[in-house]
Structure formats: structure tokens, C-alpha cells
């Protein structure tokens, strides 16, 4: 998500700066991939590059591609195949043994759903969401970026195979996992689930919160921060924080709403504090709950909420993770903050946290492809 904010602040910089623009988005992938489908960057005019397509072996040649899509005003997918051991041919030296197919699309401010325009509607509102591509490997056609599914809503420029686009994208919301489909006419779709923003809602405003924050905000997550002390608890000293409040626990969720995205560690430092906003946490649908502290606290913490006539269930404990953090030698408060982040993602995207060089399955979980 942080990518798409991204190209997005670029986006409106561009045009008030009167640039042209297009977006290349990487649509299918075959083999071994620096970057999955999904993978966006924005291309301006003048050269300027927002995002990535690749590890940085691409973004030279796409620069011109891009900018040949622009001058033509018209959608091109280019095909970079490097399974070729011989990819120096290329001369792209991917090194990754795969084949991408990158869709570049033209940015056109007057049409009503135009890709930028689909993305904004997608970060305007907190949930699940499916965006549909439409491609192809094989015809000069392609008609590009045009569906926004969300359970309250479609919007759509594509009127071919409309029907079973949403369909499609209802199965994949359903799913929550992205596919490809392949339509009767030869067309392709690229049906890619997108959750929120992720929300990290730190309740601890003292200075070992400072590099959490700062760790978040170079991942793009959305953050809130919040204490019961008004002198810790301000935007000066939480500068990438989306929200600072101050707040006692029982007035907490009167500003901040739970998702399946929100996710929660308390670190103040205040037994009192952390004890009772948890009991309110697990009350709610919740994803992710860290406790600073050693094990003895949290174990403490369930006994004296179940004492008080709390009935907390097994898959809720497991939800809460105390000591918070992975087991990566972590000393220092960055450190420890690191640690928390990465527990954090690997737990969201239910992965194990262990060494790749150990993992013998690929890498990336292959998107699945159906045909029509």
C-alpha cells in the first residue's frame, strides 16, 4: 500500500506541474521475479520514477517504454524474457531466470475511471478490495486497469465480460487471494486482492515507541499513537504518526475504529493502562496484539482479567504476543522495533519468520490462474 500512496503523492505533483504520465504495473509473471503482479511505479515525462517494477535491472528500459506509451497515448505490454541464460541480450541483466509482463498505461486526467482515479477510490475507503487488469499476451489490444470491486461497491469502465469480471472479483474478495483468469475472447484478467492499509496502534508514547514509528512510516502502514500523558503524547515528538492521542483506555475506541488491519502493540509501561486497554482489545475482532514485557506479565494479565469473570478463549490468546517481537538478539529500542515489525508482517501474512535459505518451497505464493 505504501507504494500506491506513493505513486499517487507523485501523481498529483505531476499534475500541477502540468507532466504527462504513465503507470506500469507488472500484470503476470512466469518463473522467478525480483517483484510479483501488483507491483506499480509511475512514470513521468520527464523521467521521474515513483515505485519499482524490479530490483532496478528494468526501470531503464521501462522508462522508455513508458514514455513511448505516453507520446502514443496508448496501453503496450512489454515482455521481458530472461530465461535465457544469455539475458545480457536483453540488456536488462535481469538475473532472475523469469519471464514479466509489464502493462504501461497512459494517464488520462479527463477520463471519468482511469487507473490513478480507480487507486484513489481504493485508499479513500478502509476495506477489502479487488482490482481487475485486463491484458493480453497474445493481441495489440489492451484495454488496461478499469474495475474497483468493494463489497459496497463496483466501479467499472469495462463494459466486455462485465459481468464476469464482478463474478470473479466476488469469488476473489470472498477468497481474499488474487488469480488470474483467462476469458473466451482471449483476454486475460490479472483479479488482485487488496486489504486496507495496515494500522498500527501503539499505546505507549514513551521513547523507545519513536523508531517503531519510524520503522511503520518507512513501511507505509498507518499509525496511530497514544497515551494517558499529555506531556509524551504529542505530534512534535510523533512526527510520522498519522494520529496522536491522549487518551485514557475506556476512551480509546471512541477514535479509533478495528479491523482485521489493525493491529496492536501496548507499551506504555503502565501495568494499569496496558491491562485494562487489553481486556477492551479482546473484546474486539482483532489480527494482532504485542505486550512489552516479559511472558510472566501477560500470563499475570489473563489470570487477573479471567478472575474477574473474563472468559478469553484459546484463538484470542493466541492472537497476543508476549514478549512482542521476533527472537533476532534485539538489545537496543531500534532493534527491538525492528523485531516488532517483522513479527508483525510475518504473523499478518501467516508466514513462519524463518531463514529463505532454509524455506524449500518458492518464495512467493503463486497466484492462481483459472481459465473462462
Not at 541483466?93 to 523469469?98: I, R, T, V
Amino acid at each position: 500500500m505504501r507504494e500506491i500512496l506513493a505513486i499517487l503523492n507523485s501523481f498529483e505533483k505531476a499534475e500541477q506541474q502540468g507532466k504527462r504520465s504513465a503507470l506500469a504495473t507488472v500484470v503476470r509473471v512466469e518463473g522467478s521475479s525480483y517483484r510479483r503482479p501488483g507491483a506499480r511505479m509511475l512514470v513521468t515525462d520527464d523521467g521521474i520514477l515513483t515505485g519499482a517494477i524490479s530490483g532496478g535491472c528494468l526501470e531503464g528500459d521501462a522508462l522508455r517504454k513508458a514514455l513511448s506509451a505516453i507520446n502514443q497515448q496508448e496501453n503496450k505490454l512489454v515482455t521481458y524474457d530472461t530465461t535465457d541464460e544469455d539475458d545480457a541480450k536483453f540488456g536488462v541483466q535481469l538475473g532472475c531466470n523469469g519471464i514479466v509482463h509489464i502493462l504501461f498505461e497512459p494517464i488520462d486526467s479527463l477520463e471519468e475511471l482511469n487507473p490513478i482515479k480507480l487507486l484513489k477510490a481504493l485508499v479513500a475507503e478502509r476495506s477489502n478490495a479487488v482490482l481487475a487488469t485486463l491484458f493480453s499476451l497474445s493481441e495489440p489490444l489492451q484495454p488496461g486497469t478499469g474495475l474497483l470491486f468493494r463489497p459496497a461497491a463496483v466501479n467499472s469502465r469495462f463494459s466486455l465480460e462485465a459481468s464476469s469480471l464482478i463474478n470473479d472479483s466476488a469469488e476473489v474478495l470472498n477468497n481474499e487471494r488474487s488469480i488470474f483468469k483467462t476469458y473466451s475472447n482471449g483476454l486475460e484478467a490479472f483479479l488482485e486482492f487488496l486489504p486496507p492499509n495496515l494500522h498500527l496502534v501503539i499505546a505507549g508514547a514513551g521513547n523507545d515507541a519513536q523508531p517503531l514509528v519510524e520503522l511503520a512510516s518507512v513501511l507505509g502502514w498507518q499509525i496511530s499513537v497514544l497515551d494517558g500523558r499529555p506531556a509524551y503524547a504529542t505530534s512534535g515528538r510523533f512526527q510520522k504518526a498519522d494520529q496522536v492521542l491522549v487518551v485514557k483506555p475506556e476512551q480509546v475506541f471512541n477514535h479509533i475504529s478495528v479491523d482485521l488491519q489493525t493491529v496492536f502493540v501496548l507499551m506504555t509501561h503502565n501495568y494499569n493502562y496496558d491491562l485494562a486497554l487489553m481486556n477492551l482489545i479482546l473484546e474486539k475482532e482483532f489480527s494482532y496484539l504485542g505486550m512489552l514485557g516479559p511472558k510472566k506479565k501477560l500470563e499475570r494479565m489473563f489470570g487477573e482479567l479471567e478472575d474477574a469473570g473474563s472468559i478469553i478463549s484459546d484463538e484470542k490468546k493466541a492472537k497476543v504476543h508476549g514478549p512482542v517481537g521476533l527472537d533476532i538478539g534485539a538489545e537496543t529500542a531500534e532493534e527491538i522495533a525492528l523485531s516488532i515489525v517483522a513479527e508483525i508482517k510475518a504473523v499478518l501474512t501467516d508466514r513462519s519468520a524463518k531463514f529463505l535459505k532454509d524455506k524449500k518451497a518458492p518464495i512467493h505464493v503463486k497466484e492462481t490462474a483459472l481459465n473462462g
